[in-house]
């Protein structure tokens, strides 16, 4: 079975901490597909990043990074010196690599609230 | 110059009716779905079609019929509207349906009365 979880509902900080999201997937398969989308007060889905299963480096973007650990199953994004622009719900997403049929699976989402 | 846009942003209309919301793509991809947004977040996909064929076809009630007239576009068009239809549906694009990243329309919210 797959199964994507986020596990913290809500965070909330001060502007200029560092906030970690955490990401845990459960995947059968050995080759896959992980994501990160933001949806800010608007509305709209923004993607973020893609990873696949065979590669574990992190990845670094501006104040963005994540941290792939498959011996955890896991797929941490932080923030670093937030902003209140951050503000948003952060899902991550499991898409496992196969036939056409294969569904990009959504956690339930963290909402993230940076107070200035 | 939008990647995946929405016809109507909002949708409010009474029990019974009949709506359909509109989805195109110019990002030249295969691939396009219709997920659904609940109230509390949770994000469902209900059809994907790949090349103007239906690949992907979840557990949705038969009142919703999405249409693929060409690559480009997918319409979704829901049948005796219902309460519990109320939801922000949103439309996506991807080269490939087994490993492309899934690009999102900005969603439409639907709230039925």
């Known amino acids: 079975a797959q199964k994507v979880t986020q596990a913290q509902t809500e965070i909330s900080v001060v502007e200029k901490e560092d906030v970690t999201l955490d990401c845990v997937y459960e995947?059968?398969?050995?080759?896959?597909?992980l994501f990160w989308y933001k949806q800010p007060p608007s509305g709209e889905l923004v993607f973020l990043i893609r990873?696949?299963?065979?590669?574990?480096q992190n990845e670094i973007s501006g104040r963005y990074s994540w941290n792939f650990q498959k011996s955890t199953s896991s797929f941490n994004f932080t923030i670093t010196a937030s902003q209140v622009v951050d503000s948003a719900v952060y899902f991550c997403?499991?898409?496992?690599?196969?036939?056409?049929?294969?569904?990009?699976?959504f956690g339930t989402g963290t909402l993230l609230a940076v107070q200035p | 110059d939008t990647a995946v846009s929405q016809t109507p942003k909002y949708l409010v209309t009474q029990m019974g009716n009949d709506k359909s919301i509109k989805c195109e793509q110019n990002?030249?991809?295969?691939?396009m779905y219709w997920y659904k947004q609940d109230s509390k977040k949770f994000l469902k996909i209900m059809f994907s079609?790949?090349?103007?064929?239906?690949?992907i076809n979840e557990t949705v009630p038969n009142r919703f019929s999405p249409k693929s007239p060409d690559k480009a576009h997918l319409n979704l068009h829901i049948n005796s509207l219902e309460l519990g239809d109320s939801a922000v549906y949103f439309c996506?694009?991807?080269?490939?349906?087994?490993?492309?990243?899934?690009?999102f329309g900005p969603g439409t919210r639907l709230t039925v009365l």
């Open positions: 995947t059968r398969d050995t080759t896959y597909y």
């Open positions: 990873r696949n299963s065979f590669d574990e």
């Open positions: 990002l030249g991809h295969d691939t």
């Open positions: 997403a499991l898409l496992n690599y196969g036939g056409a049929t294969n569904k990009l699976i």
């Open positions: 079609y790949n090349n103007k064929e239906l690949i």
């Open positions: 996506a694009s991807s080269q490939e349906p087994a490993r492309g990243t899934q690009y």
